[in-house]
């Protein structure tokens, strides 16, 4: 059994007990015997801050998701580690929670603005939506006064104007993956584990022009 999920979280729905081999695409199991295939979160965001800081941007504001959430949690390490990585100081007053939707985007837009950030990580493509909304309310340019970024390339992350820079998910390639560590299983070469077994498939950044390169 090779079980999709809609989106990433914890899923209990398979039996340890199954009888048969089983793979949990897109979700965790929190098990050593129904391998987990997932993105590597962290991995796609510490190239997209990169990017930014690459540009000449260190003050980087963040519009995150829910904090229960495995996104989350794997996008913020992604950020710290990649300003760690540029002895850039973390700062937690320019990381608000956001919920996903496009209006906590358009919401906490003014309070980054306020701290005078030079670029925005939106942990989304819509609540990047809410920014630009809220940019071109108060008559900024995207990128030329504000850069922002978001995560997933939904397809209307490349309608925007100007298109925005996004990491793109790989689920081709985890399903792929599942399918491989199935048939890795199936031939005996993957065992049961005491710890649990995950599989993490690497993001691509898609560069597009919501980032301006500072002088």
Known sequence: II???AHERAVKCIPENLPIPAVMAY???KSGRVPSVVVDEQQGTYELVEHLIEKGHRRIGVITGKTDSFHMQGRLLGYQKALRDNQIVYDPELVLIGDWTRESGYKYADQLLGKKVTA???MNDLMAGGVYDRA?????DIPEDISIVGYDN???SSYYKPPLTTVELPLHDIGYKAADVM?????GKIKEQKEELIYQVGCKELIRDSVKQLS
């Open 154 to 156: 939904r397809q209307l």
């Open 3 to 5: 079980y999709v999920t």
């Open 120 to 122: 925005i990580f939106c």
């Open 183 to 187: 048939i890795e299983m199936l031939k």
């Open 27 to 29: 979700g965790y199991t």
């Open 136 to 140: 071109d309310e108060l008559g900024l």
